[in-house]
């Protein structure tokens, strides 16, 4: 079975521009969420899908940030406009329960907002 | 919301050494799992362990729910066993409802040879 995969693996862009990050979950996982690292900082939680549904995206940072998940499948998260401090490790994980116990993580897109 | 701190943040050990992370909570808790992030930034799964004592390996680990910590046990350190490893947690709600999982502030690990 598929893990969580994550596209891309990198992502470098200047400031101003816009990136869309994408994340396929494992196939019958109706949890989705969002995570992102910063620099030497802890993983926040960003977002929660429960199938199309927004459960909880109260750590979404500002109105930059734009999840979707249409037809409660696969996801992305836009960025616009980027800004340094944007710059981190954005996971995705996916849970069929929805318990942290049975969340898979993703292998993470490095953004560097120059 | 909960707080979670660990504890050292930083910790260099000697190829073989052993060493002990801590993960303390502020709030009851549903759910506790232990992560590494590699040098490669992959987060890896470690252990989920809400409560009691589970070994994998050369790692270890213990969570005392009534006190609120949990701590990693590295032994015989690798090198392979650098990066940064994070403790997270579901806190527990009275009415059962859904809260968000919170991440400690994790402890940076470097294994020299």
Known sequence: ?114 | GIQVEQSPPDLILQEGANSTLRCNFSDSVNNLQWFHQNPWGQLINLFYIPSGTKQNGRLSATTVATERYSLLYISSSQTTDSGVYFCAVEPRVNSGGYQKVTFGTGTKLQVIP
């Open chain 1, 1 to 114: 079975e598929a893990g969580v995969t994550q596209f891309p693996s990198h992502s470098v862009i200047e400031k101003g521009q816009t990136v869309t990050l994408r994340c396929d979950p494992i196939s019958g996982h109706d949890n989705l969420y969002w995570y992102r690292r910063v620099m030497g900082k802890e993983i926040k939680f960003l977002l929660h899908f429960v199938k199309e549904s927004k459960q909880d995206e109260s750590g979404m940072p500002n109105n930059r940030f734009l999840a979707e998940r249409t037809g409660g499948t696969y996801s992305t998260l836009k960025v616009q406009p980027a800004e340094l401090e944007d710059s981190g490790v954005y996971f995705c994980a996916s849970s069929q329960d929805g318990q942290i116990g049975t969340q898979y993580f993703g292998p993470g897109t490095r953004l560097l907002v120059l």
